[in-house]
């Protein structure tokens, strides 16, 4: 296989059509023809379905299943014209769990961007990150729900208690107990299993919530919504509960025989930017230190480092 092959591949199965391939690539069709009857003998099967007379062609199934795996081909090859460019900038390909990104990381990506250093960065769920970072394609991710997987490490990043968040205004005291809560007026998120197992001991599993949400910027929208629904609550981790409560106005209860703190892990994989980690490490690490709401459990040597 080669990199011209697979720029062909991808073009014709993008536009459907050899001629439209040419075109956009500036070659011949012949040229076209080439490189996919080359691709497939590399491959030994089809990949594309060639009528008669029809100017349009359309992927087999294995030309189906090959797109992807031809896209990372080529992200992987263009990082490694990057890796070896004069006077290239080091990326680092960062993914985490949607309720980080919008209330934790900005500050950290602000001070990791000095000069010399980019990133890329992707809202992933954690089954996501795993396959991603196993494949080489993200270099580190922050994850909430703990699995295993043989190529990628897991290591326990932070830990924040999950908290009660309401709007303004309720007459309820600081501390509430789960059976004081009515679960047709919750705003609710999947955040891990371990939070599941704790929703389902204190409420019916035939509970309907007023909105079940998998994106924490749409609690953000529900809650801003309150002359609507004022009584309105949602189980939240304190890394995310805070910034939200100082945004909107809302305010933090502590939950009585609630669930267990939120741990966040970040993930490493086989292949890694070893020193962009360890910068990315040290930036969260400082702003970890500057939130009272959760715990570091991160150990930087003092070469920088995670222990």
């Excluded at 490490?153 to 004081?180: C, I, K, N, Y």
């Excluded at 953000?220 to 309150?226: C, D, G, I, Y």
């Excluded at 209860?253 to 609630?258: H, I, K, N, Q, V």
């Amino acid at each position: 296989m080669t990199q011209q092959g697979i720029e062909v591949f991808l073009a014709v199965a993008k536009l459907g059509s050899v001629s439209a391939a040419a075109q956009s690539l500036y070659i011949t069709q012949p040229a076209v023809s080439r490189h996919l009857h080359a691709l497939e003998e590399d491959l030994n099967c089809m990949l594309f379905v060639r009528g008669r007379g029809k100017r349009q062609v359309e992927l087999t199934p294995q030309g189906r299943d090959f797109v992807p795996m031809a896209e990372k081909w080529q992200l992987l090859w263009r990082e490694a014209r990057e890796v070896t460019g004069p006077g290239r900038t080091r990326t680092l390909r960062v993914a985490s769990v949607g309720s980080l990104s919008t209330y934790l990381l900005p500050p950290v990506f602000r001070e990791f961007l000095a000069p010399g250093r980019a990133l890329t960065f992707h809202n992933y769920h954690s089954r996501e990150a795993y396959s991603y970072v196993a494949q080489g394609l993200v270099d580190i991710a922050l994850i909430s729900d703990h699995m295993y997987h043989p190529q990628v490490e897991t290591v326990p990043a932070f830990r924040s208690s999950m908290v009660l968040v309401t709007g303004p205004g309720l007459p309820w005291p600081d501390t509430v107990h789960p059976s004081q809560l009515d679960p047709s007026r919750e705003l609710r998120l999947p955040w891990n299993p371990e939070y599941d197992l704790w929703h389902s001991f204190w409420f019916s599993p035939a509970a309907v919530p007023r909105a079940a949400l998998d994106q924490m910027s749409l609690l953000e929208e529900f809650f801003s919504w309150r002359d609507n629904w004022p009584d309105s609550w949602a189980v939240v981790p304190a890394v995310a509960a805070v910034p939200l409560a100082r945004k909107l106005g809302l305010v933090i209860r502590t939950l009585d025989s609630g669930p267990t703190d939120e741990i966040i892990y970040y993930l490493r994989g086989p292949r890694q930017e070893e020193t962009l980690i360890s910068t990315f490490l040290e930036c969260l690490d400082f702003e970890l230190s500057k939130r009272s709401e959760v715990e570091s459990m991160l150990r930087i040597k003092d070469n920088g480092t995670p222990a």
